[in-house]
């Protein structure tokens, strides 16, 4: 289980999470709603570790992630919305940045990477791959570790159906090996993935029931 506690970050006079507070169990997927700039990604990057929090607490299993720098890169995964990637080498090269070699055999024969599709496409330079290949990429690189939680930043912005499904199918299995994921979406087929909903409004989150219904969430966000 995870618990995030009155999440605090600002730049100045700018204030986007003056109190963002969320939990869930293990298996679950939390979406966090929101209009852009409304502070999603400054969220996830303080969960992350890659900003530093003015304020709260991010507890897994007691522990406060946001004091343990070590437990933190072991047992958390961040996929940015942007890639993260090296674009002048090959998703071989990129992952062996990750992964020992042993490693890497064992994953892309039989393992995480082979469930992403990413040994289709091991020799190819990042600069060369289409949007879906750099995000399951993104994703092989961030799961090296096998981490229990998993925040990400629109996963499928900008793909195509066919990505967007592979990774949606990606996500489910994780969730059915008790993972917890965190993600940030404007995409109507993502919020179907959450078992809860959040939409971060003023820097507060605020909890909400999602039934289908696109255009009374468009009312609230």
């Known amino acids: 289980m995870i618990e995030v506690k009155n999440i605090k970050?600002?730049?100045?006079?700018?204030?986007?999470?003056?109190?963002?507070?969320?939990?869930?169990?293990?298996?679950?997927?939390?979406?966090?709603?929101?209009?852009?700039?409304s502070g999603k990604s400054t969220l996830l990057s303080v969960l992350a570790g890659v900003l530093p929090a003015d304020g709260g607490e991010f507890l897994l299993d007691g522990e406060d992630f946001l004091?343990?720098?070590?437990?933190?890169?072991?047992?958390?995964?961040?996929?940015?919305?942007?890639?993260?990637?090296?674009?002048?080498?090959?998703?071989y090269d990129n992952l062996l940045l990750?992964?020992?070699?042993?490693?890497?055999k064992k994953e892309l024969e039989s393992g995480v990477l082979k469930l992403l599709g990413i040994?289709?496409?091991i020799k190819v330079p990042v600069h060369k791959m289409s949007g879906g290949m750099k995000k399951r990429l993104s994703i092989g690189c961030a799961v090296?570790?096998?981490p229990r939680v998993l925040l990400l930043d629109e996963p499928s912005a900008a793909l195509d159906l066919i990505a967007k499904?592979?990774?949606?199918?990606?996500?489910?299995?994780?969730k059915?090996?008790?993972?917890?994921?965190?993600?940030t979406t404007h995409d109507e087929s993502e919020l179907c993935l959450c078992d809860?909903?959040?939409i971060l409004k003023n820097g507060v989150l605020e909890e909400f029931c999602y039934n289908g219904d696109v255009h009374e969430l468009s009312r609230r966000l």
Do not use: M
Request: proline share 3%; glycine share 12%.
């Open 176 to 183: 059915r090996n008790g993972n917890i994921l965190v993600l």
């Open 165 to 174: 499904e592979q990774i949606a199918d990606y996500l489910r299995g994780c």
């Open 196 to 198: 809860k909903w959040y």
């Open 119 to 121: 040994d289709e496409f």
């Open 9 to 37: 970050k600002s730049f100045g006079k700018k204030a986007p999470l003056t109190g963002a507070s969320f939990c869930a169990e293990n298996g679950q997927c939390v979406g966090i709603l929101g209009k852009n700039g």
């Open 98 to 104: 990750w992964y020992d070699k042993k490693e890497l």
């Open 67 to 91: 004091k343990k720098d070590k437990l933190h890169a072991s047992f958390v995964g961040y996929i940015p919305q942007g890639t993260p990637l090296l674009e002048e080498l090959s998703a």
């Open 144 to 146: 090296a570790k096998k």
